[in-house]
Every structure is written in C-alpha cells, then in structure tokens.
T-cell receptor
Framework: AQSVTQLGSHVSVSEGALVLLRCNYSSSVPPYLFWYVQYPNQGLQLLLK??????LVKGINGFEAEFKKSETSFHLTKPSAHMSDAAEYFCAVSLNGGSQGNLIFGKGTKLSVKP | EPEVTQTPSHQVTQMGQEVILRCVPISNHLYFYWYRQILGQKVEFLVSFYNNEISEKSEIFDDQFSVERPDGSNFTLKIRSTKLEDSAMYFCASEGSYNSPLHFGNGTRLTVT
C-alpha cells in the first residue's frame, strides 16, 4: 500500500536561506509523486510532479525535487527562500500510479520564512 | 485563468442534519474529486467521479456520503446525517484529462455542532 511521510511538521528558515522539505514514500507500484502548496484560506496548488523520466523535477516558484528510488525519497528544495514562500507544503503519491486524482497525502509541512 | 469554485466557504450545521457542499469545476474538465482535511491532519481522498459515476471511493466515503453532478456544471457532495467527526475542510478538485494537473477549489469548512 502507498503511504507518504513528511519529516517535520514545521520548518523555519531565514529569507535567502536554502529550503529543504523532506518526503519519503512507500509504494507497491512505480510511484507518481507530487508536491502541493497551500496558502492560507486557499486550495492546493500543484508545485511539481514526477511521473517518469528525469529524476530532477523543476516546478513553479523556483522549487525543485529529486526522485531517489534507492532512498524512497522526493525531497523539495529551493536555493533561496522568499517571504512569499511561507505556506504549507504537502507531498503526495498517486494511488493508481497514474491518475493524479486519487492521491495519498502526507501530513504537511508548514514553512515559515523569517526576515 | 479558470478556477474551481466552492460554496459556501463556511457551513455550520447541527449533528444529524443533511448538508450539501457545492462545487463548480472548470468547465471542460472530465474528472472530479472530493477530498477532506480534518483540522491538523492530512488531506484525505474521498471519492472520484467520471462519466457520471463514481470511479473510486475511500473507506471514509460510506453510505452517509453521496455525490452528484446534477446539471452538467455543479458537482455536489451530500452528507446525509452529519456527525461531529465530519467537521473538516472539504476540497473539490477537477482534472481535464487523465494525467493532467488537478485543480483544487478553496474549500468549504464544515463545522458540525
């Protein structure tokens, strides 16, 4: 069965510092992996996804994530944090290895950015 | 940019009452979903809907829940007899085609008292 673990429910970084949000998954099929961002009082917005092919995936707002099969990880990074990056971030794996709609989400990591 | 809209943004209801949460997906989308997020917990898949029928549902989606696309534009989630533990944020999402990005609405916060 698929599952997602996000280490750290709350991460705080200074503006300009590296952002690293951790995600580990388990999946019985080749996984499709996703990162979503949720700003206050808004829905979830897709940041990036990995389906097949290149393991380093670039997304919106300067974020990227690398699929590492040997580590069953899909950590999200951004070289330099902006104040506007403060939000909650969710890692997800697809249930069916295909459709993006049937997703299992992690518990989320709230990112705070200090000036 | 077209977006998924959900109404109301906040619904308060008494235990045992029926509630209908409404969603208007993006107009040319074909796949529709409901998720919920209990406060402080993870986002959980409830149900997916395609071609006017449920394609998949989770264990959470029991007989108290139903979905409908009554008029080709709205996509509703009905909870027949609400329980306190149904209090959560409910998100609707739609997808244009298989394997295209999901678009989420801003959610309806349901409070059951």
């Amino acid at each position: 069965a698929q599952s997602v673990t996000q280490l750290g429910s709350h991460v705080s970084v200074s503006e300009g510092a590296l952002v690293l949000l951790r995600c580990n998954y388990s999946s019985s099929v080749p996984p499709y992996l996703f990162w979503y961002v949720q700003y206050p009082n808004q829905g979830l917005q897709l940041l990036l996804k990995y389906t097949t092919g290149a393991t380093l995936v670039k997304g919106i707002n300067g974020f990227e994530a690398e699929f590492k099969k040997s580590e069953t990880s899909f950590h999200l990074t951004k070289p330099s944090a902006h104040m506007s990056d403060a939000a909650e971030y969710f890692c997800a794996v697809s249930l069916n290895g295909g459709s993006q709609g049937n997703l299992i989400f992690g518990k989320g990591t709230k990112l705070s950015v200090k000036p | 940019e077209p977006e998924v809209t959900q109404t109301p943004s906040h619904q308060v209801t008494q235990m045992g009452q029926e509630v209908i949460l409404r969603c208007v997906p993006i107009s040319n989308h074909l796949y529709f979903y409901w998720y919920r997020q209990i406060l402080g917990q993870k986002v959980e898949f409830l149900v997916s809907f395609y071609n006017n029928e449920i394609s998949e549902k989770s264990e959470i989606f029991d007989d108290q829940f139903s979905v409908e696309r009554p008029d080709g534009s709205n996509f509703t989630l009905k909870i027949r007899s609400t329980k306190l533990e149904d209090s959560a944020m409910y998100f609707c999402a739609s997808e244009g085609s298989y394997n295209s990005p999901l678009h989420f609405g801003n959610g309806t916060r349901l409070t059951v008292t």
